[in-house]
């Protein structure tokens, strides 16, 4: 019989057959989500690339150190910025 139980993420499912985690509470470890995210981050730019997990991703951690300069180039930003400024 496959386990179908929820894994750590709430989303996938275990589909180990005869899986131990389902009776043993001391091997629920074995029930942790292990695939990778790959939502975007709001930056539109970049993808999660954290195991599955629940709720929202949070920032892009991607850094830029590079100043940015506005198109009349009066103005500029010094590094470092977040990724999305």
Wanted: contains cysteine; proline residues 7%.
């Amino acid at each position: 019989m496959k386990c179908k139980m929820k894994k750590s993420c709430r989303k996938h499912k275990c589909l180990n057959i005869c899986c131990e985690a389902r009776s043993n509470p001391l091997k629920a470890r074995d029930h942790l989500c292990l695939k990778v995210c790959s939502k975007p981050f709001s930056c539109g730019k970049h993808n999660c690339d954290l195991f599955c997990h629940l709720g929202a991703c949070g920032f892009c951690p991607v850094v830029i150190n590079r100043p940015l300069t506005c198109a009349c180039g009066k103005e500029s930003l010094r590094p470092p910025l977040s990724c999305g400024t």
